[in-house]
């Protein structure tokens, strides 16, 4: 299973991603890290990404999650803002999960004001909510709460992947008390 951190700019995509590819004992894959210089550029500078900036980078993010499908498990932050983005990574990996990380333009603003060493600014905020499409009861998606401790919200995710499915890992993940199946 590929489980797929989703929201907008300071929802707390990476920090959920990396508590719960711990606590699974899962690769996680930051998915900023796979954005194009180009695109980390046009963000520091203020200018939303279009549909064509993103397609390379959700291109990138299709391919690890492929390779992750195909070995075992997976964890990745990325902001799958669209539908057709989310359709697009779900066809790399039929088994995803999408944890949606959802809450109030003011909390994710003040995250955004205190955020430092990220390229993209706060200012960029609105952008991002405009061009969210929410996920639609069609898709396999849990939403959580921003607002609750990362510790609750990597519970919430747990809770989610155990209830989508086994996974096919093959050594224990690390959440206490529960044991995969091999």
């Not at 606590?23 to 930051?30: C, D, I, M, N």
Request: one cysteine or more; proline letters at 9%; hydrophobic letters at 45%.
């Amino acid at each position: 299973m590929i489980v797929v951190v989703m929201g907008v700019s300071g929802s707390g995509k990476s920090t959920l991603g990396k508590a719960l590819a711990d606590r699974l004992g899962w690769p996680f894959l930051e998915g900023d890290d796979l954005h194009p210089a180009s695109n980390r550029a046009k963000m520091a500078a203020g200018r939303p990404l279009d549909d064509a900036d993103r397609r390379p980078w959700l291109d990138a993010i299709a391919a690890w999650m492929g390779r992750r499908a195909a070995e075992g498990d997976g964890v990745v932050a990325c902001s799958a803002l669209k539908r057709a983005y989310r359709d697009r990574l779900a066809a790399a990996a039929p088994e995803v999960l999408f944890v949606w990380l959802d809450g109030p333009r003011e909390v994710l603003a003040d995250r955004l004001h205190r955020r430092t060493g990220h390229f993209a600014p706060a200012s960029l905020l609105d952008s991002q909510l405009q061009t969210l499409e929410p996920p639609g009861p069609d898709e396999r998606v849990v939403r959580i709460g921003l607002e609750a401790p990362v510790a609750e919200q990597a519970d919430a995710a747990v809770q989610a992947v155990r209830a989508a499915g086994t996974p096919r890992r093959t050594r224990p993940p690390a959440a206490p008390g529960w044991r995969g199946r091999p």
